[in-house]
């Protein structure tokens, strides 16, 4: 079993949550009675759907993680679960957007960008020195 799967798995019992298709129509998804939470591009790369506010509040933090990668303008944040420590950081975030969705909802009629497997923002290793960088 991947990790993807392990935490898709973990997702799918939690009351709040039903899986369903992603709108980018890639892999599978998990979403709340608000929408979509989560979007499981591959075994490795889990795209997670929080409020401006939250992404605002934890950007720095996010910064320090190897795991996770902002893209700057999107309410998407992308995890690389390379261990069981990134699933448990999945499913802290998740219950993060969660409780910031009830507790700081996103303005009303807000369109929510794609995803950011739309934005080909997942993670590629460099030769070079870089940390991580976008694929081509």
Excluded: Y
């Excluded at 799967?5 to 939690?14: E, H, K, P």
């Amino acid at each position: 079993m991947t990790l993807a799967s392990r935490a898709l798995a973990q997702l799918a019992t939690w009351p709040d949550l039903r899986q369903s298709v992603p709108s980018c129509g890639l892999g599978q998804a998990v979403r709340s009675a608000q929408g979509e939470i989560a979007h499981f591009h591959s075994d490795r790369d889990v795209d997670l759907l929080l409020t401006d506010r939250a992404v605002r509040r934890f950007t720095k933090d996010f910064k320090g993680s190897g795991a996770i990668r902002v893209v700057p303008g999107s309410p998407w944040v992308t995890l690389r679960l390379d261990a069981a420590s990134d699933v448990d950081l999945l499913l802290t975030l998740v219950s993060v957007a969660l409780q910031a969705r009830q507790s700081w909802p996103d303005p009303v009629g807000r369109a929510v960008s794609g995803c950011n497997d739309q934005r080909g923002a997942g993670f590629v290793k460099a030769d070079h020195g870089d940390h991580f960088r976008d694929r081509p």
